[in-house]
């Protein structure tokens, strides 16, 4: 098992930046993010392996966001620049032996909201 704990959620205006956190209970080779708006289904936004040389990103946050991770500490982070309202949402981390695969584990989630 591995646990995720997320931080780095809140409230930010249009055009502003936020960065999230995940650490883990332990190694894992690939992890990244999704996340689920109201009413909508969840959705992929990022991964990244565990080396941090393969990286993959959902169109809609594609030159706004970043990926990284720091496998000292066991943490995945997503930096998220120039937001838009239509980011708000749940942010989830996740975690699992490939990104070419769906996850295995999964953090509760850090609300993030944008506001216009």
């Known amino acids: 098992q591995v646990q995720l704990v997320e931080s780095g959620g809140g409230l930010v205006q249009a055009g502003g930046s936020l960065r999230l956190s995940c650490a883990a209970s332990?190694?894992?080779?690939?992890m990244g993010w999704s996340r689920q708006a109201p009413g909508k289904e969840r959705e992929f936004v990022a991964v990244?392996?565990?080396?941090?040389?393969?990286?993959s990103y959902a169109d809609s946050v594609k030159g706004r966001f970043t990926i990284s991770r720091d496998n000292a500490k066991n943490t995945v982070y997503l930096q998220m620049n120039s937001l838009k309202p239509e980011d708000t949402a749940v942010y989830y981390c996740n975690a699992g032996g490939s990104t070419a695969s769906p996850p295995n584990y999964w953090g509760r989630g850090t609300q993030v909201t944008v506001s216009s």
């Open positions: 990244i392996n565990w080396s941090g040389d393969t990286t």
């Open positions: 332990r190694r894992t080779p690939a």
